[in-house]
């Protein structure tokens, strides 16, 4: 067959193009990823430079243009049959807002025991000191909350806009540090089959219900919803999801009968356990900048239905992010079902 060599280069000069266009991008960031369309295209376009090349090798005229074609072959060969591995490129948003929240729902039912746990404290607590308010010296962390609450309430009113003056920074990174270590022990203390975490766990419930009950028995229930709500409906999740890693360290110390080695049952959680440390350390951060910039300002400089309004909308907007982020992606997949087998059914 006579081929019309130039009519032939011009007609095929714009796939040439666009497969170079594809290379350059390739070769200028190798963590970059193509969907489907876009390989079955680059595809595409390398056979047909193929066979363009195929059809040219047999004519001396268009030396240069056939030596392109060649060097552009040899580059889509090499892109499409390389067995190099490439590194991921960090996504921290993806991660934290779609891997995080679909980690915390795939092991639900430990999260619901820590909320159980919990809750069983915050009875406890809330009991002791209704019935007997004396107890406070024993159950309350702090010395400041030892005292009457309507005391508290009148003192921190007065102040409210002096006390943490050209320190709100400092007190923000010490709140956020206190509460990481809190929450890493939480996480840690799985290592004792769950036991120290349950453990941290129930007395977080009972220092919670205690000071919630004296509050409220003092008639302070506003001021005890605006100060806690906007940073708490923030930082007691987190713990929370602290204790269902620690939980789900046990789970797999434990085995639960299951077949697979520790080791394995370990390996097969470890990324897990990693990206639920992470989000609880965000979620910290953010709990630490709203309770020294916001919870601890009360009326007159803050009214209070505002804080408790902006709680309400934090805990409305973190059971969307819990419950909905992430939906539906795709993670990655257990080796050798030891994920599945890591928790009891």
């Known amino acids: 067959m006579i081929l019309d060599l130039p009519r032939f ?4 000069q714009a796939y040439w ?61 090499g ?9 991921k490129r960090p996504r921290p948003l993806h991660w934290f807002f779609t891997t995080f929240p679909a980690t915390v729902r795939r092991h639900a039912r430990l999260f619901w025991i820590a909320v159980a746990i919990t809750l069983l404290g915050c009875a406890f607590g809330s009991l002791a000191v209704w019935r007997d308010p004396d107890s406070k010296a024993i159950i309350m962390p702090f010395q400041g909350l030892e005292g009457n609450p309507a005391e508290r309430v009148a003192k921190e009113e007065k102040g409210a806009s ?43 419930g009972v220092t919670l219900g205690a000071v919630s009950a004296d509050y409220v028995r003092a008639g302070q229930t506003e001021f005890l919803l605006g100060w806690l709500l906007p940073h708490g409906v923030i930082e007691i999740p987190a713990f929370l999801i602290a204790g269902q890693a620690g939980l789900l360290l046990a789970s797999a110390l434990i085995g639960w009968g299951r077949r697979t080695t520790r080791r394995e049952r370990l390996r097969a959680i470890g990324g897990d356990l990693v990206t639920l440390a992470g ?66 059914r």
């Open 79 to 87: 892109e499409i049959h390389s067995t190099r591995e490439r590194r």
């Open 279 to 344: 989000g609880v350390a965000v979620l910290l951060v953010w709990a630490g900048l709203v309770e020294a910039f916001l919870s601890q300002y009360h009326r007159p400089v803050v009214p209070y239905g505002l804080k408790i309004g902006f709680g309400v909308a934090e805990l409305i907007l973190l059971a969307l992010f819990l419950g909905r982020s992430g939906f539906g992606a795709t993670l990655p997949a257990a080796p050798n079902r030891a994920r599945q087998q890591a928790e009891p």
């Open 162 to 204: 002096d006390r943490l003056r050209n320190h709100r920074a400092t007190f923000s990174a010490q709140l956020m540090t206190h509460n990481i270590r809190v929450s890493i022990a939480t996480f840690t203390l799985g290592i004792t089959w769950g036991a120290g975490t349950a453990a941290v766990l129930f007395y977080n």
């Open 17 to 77: 193009q666009e497969l170079e266009t594809i290379l350059d991008r390739i070769e200028s960031d190798p963590l970059d990823r193509m969907t489907l369309d876009q390989m079955e295209r680059f595809h595409y376009l390398y056979e047909r430079s193929s066979a363009d090349l195929a059809r040219m090798a047999t004519f001396s005229a268009e030396a240069e243009a056939r030596e392109h074609l060649e060097s552009l072959v040899a580059r889509a060969y």
């Open 9 to 12: 280069v011009a007609a095929e």
